[in-house]
């Protein structure tokens, strides 16, 4: 019996408790091309886009500028910061 192959195979535990047609969902691509007009607005979301003047004037501001992004990383400021208070001065 030495140097035999077994053909034998568990089937998985997943495939013990879904249906085919849940195992065949699993196989198919999770990207959805949604229409814009099928999206609800989420009720509860914390963060909220005003389209008010604000926003109007923020546009502009980034069509004539651009984005401006700061010089330096800030997680390299506050490190530096914490440094300086802890005695070790850069």
């Not at 408790?17 to 959805?32: D, G, V």
Request: net charge negative; no cysteine.
């Amino acid at each position: 019996m030495a140097g035999r192959k077994s053909d034998f195979t568990l089937t998985r535990l997943d495939d013990l408790f879904t249906t085919q047609a849940q195992r065949e969902e699993e196989r198919l691509s999770k990207i959805r091309d949604i229409p814009l007009e099928l999206i609800d607005d989420f009720p509860d979301h914390p963060f909220k886009v005003r389209d008010d003047e604000d926003m109007q004037q923020l546009v502009e501001s980034i069509k004539e500028r651009g984005v401006i992004t700061p010089a330096r990383d800030p997680i390299l400021l506050i490190n530096n910061m914490k440094k300086k208070r802890a005695g070790n001065i850069i």
